[in-house]
């Protein structure tokens, strides 16, 4: 069997912990995974809604009332939010398909913009929401 020289090989940074800091990138694009998952439960809460709506008027005030509540409209805030940031993370990584950006300091700002971005379109979706 090859030897194996286990005492001088290198540690991985992340393994080190002292030097290993997370970065915008990584941050934005694990940012962007679970904001995909949180998508697929707030469509699986409208589906509920929905079937709740279908089945009889008492589990519709039920369910209806949960998402009328503040609980349900911090839940609603949250959803809006991880939807505007997910599409905006696609949008950067068609930006990216397209070889454009791909140098760091362009894609750290961009991580940042996804998060101030989603921000403000959820400030204004709220806006437009609370008008109509």
């Known amino acids: 069997m090859a030897d194996v020289n286990r005492g001088n090989r290198p540690l991985s940074p ?30 699986f809460l409208a589906v509920c809604w929905l079937l709740a709506a279908a089945s009889s008027p008492s589990v519709f005030a039920a369910i209806d009332g949960i998402f009328a509540s503040i609980i349900g409209e911090i839940l609603m805030l949250a959803a809006a939010w991880a939807l505007w940031y997910h599409l905006l993370g696609r949008l950067r990584h068609v930006v990216w398909d397209f070889g454009y950006c791909l140098d760091v300091p362009t894609s750290e700002k961009m991580g940042w913009g996804m998060f101030i971005g989603a921000t403000v379109l959820t400030v204004l979706t709220a806006i437009v929401f609370l008008i109509f």
């Open 14 to 43: 992340f393994m080190l912990g002292k030097y290993y800091r997370p970065q915008m990138t990584s941050i934005s694009s694990i940012m962007v995974r679970i904001t995909g998952i949180a998508s697929l439960v707030t469509v």
